[in-house]
């Protein structure tokens, strides 16, 4: 298995240009999400799927979309970057949602926005 | 919502030695207690993790308690190693997962 995939591994973007970061899982997990990491501020939770064709918001949910077409694939979409969106994209996944199901992350996505 | 905080932010300890990572917890429904390890470039990692019926887990080196009465959980790791070096984050569930802020260990040889 390989797990959770992240692409792509960095990106620069300008201010007001749009971009889709990829995650995929192998694992037939029910439950993905997507976190933004920042310097001293831990992850925060962006938006959550429990399953195919179902999504919602998390603590930080302004500037991003997703959509969950498949149980494998969760992508993130920024469709007007700015500057406060530069962060450290993950993207995880469990066997299902609620507690004591273990989350597995992705190596993350690396955004820079100018 | 359910609000974690996390100290300390950084932690130097000799090889050898033990490491205490402490966090405390807003959401009193909270169940669900896990610690991550963030290596350099690299995702987290869960390496241990508590159910809220539970007041201490042991695995190895590694030992994580908990006190629902004060709404704090700690992470215990003893006879450091170098390459025990990274950063941990604990996290709380409730509805979701809300992180600490991190603590970056530095193990010295």
């Known amino acids: 298995n390989a797990g959770v995939t992240q692409t792509p591994k960095f990106q620069v973007l300008k201010t007001g240009q749009s971009m889709t970061l990829q995650c995929a899982q192998d694992?037939?997990?029910?439950?993905m999400s997507w976190y933004r990491q920042d310097p001293g501020m831990g992850l925060r939770l962006i938006h959550y799927?429990?399953?195919?064709?179902?999504?919602d918001q998390g603590e930080v949910p302004n500037g991003y979309n997703v959509s969950r077409s498949t149980t494998e694939d969760f992508p993130l979409r920024l469709l007007s970057a700015a500057p406060s969106q530069t962060s450290v994209y993950f993207c995880?996944?469990?066997?299902?949602?609620?507690?004591?199901?273990?989350?597995?992350f992705g190596p993350g996505t690396r955004l820079t926005v100018l | 919502g359910e609000n974690v905080e996390q100290h300390p932010s950084t932690l130097s300890v000799q090889e050898g030695d033990s490491a205490v990572i402490k966090c405390t917890y807003s959401?009193?429904?909270?169940?669900?207690f896990p610690w991550y390890k963030q290596e350099l470039g690299k995702g987290p990692q869960l390496i241990i993790d508590?159910?809220?019926?539970?007041g201490e887990k042991k695995d190895q080196r590694i030992a994580v308690t908990l006190n629902k009465t004060a709404k704090h959980f700690s992470l215990h790791i003893t006879e450091t190693q170098p390459e025990d070096s990274a950063v941990y984050f604990c996290?709380?569930?409730?509805?979701?997962?809300?992180f600490g802020a991190g603590t970056r260990l530095t193990v010295k040889p």
């Open positions: 995880a996944s469990s066997r299902a949602s609620g507690s004591y199901n273990e989350q597995f």
């Open positions: 694992m037939n997990h029910e439950y």
């Open positions: 799927s429990v399953g195919a064709g179902i999504t």
């Open positions: 959401d009193s429904a909270s169940n669900y």
């Open positions: 508590i159910r809220s019926n539970v």
């Open positions: 996290a709380a569930w409730d509805n979701d997962m809300r």
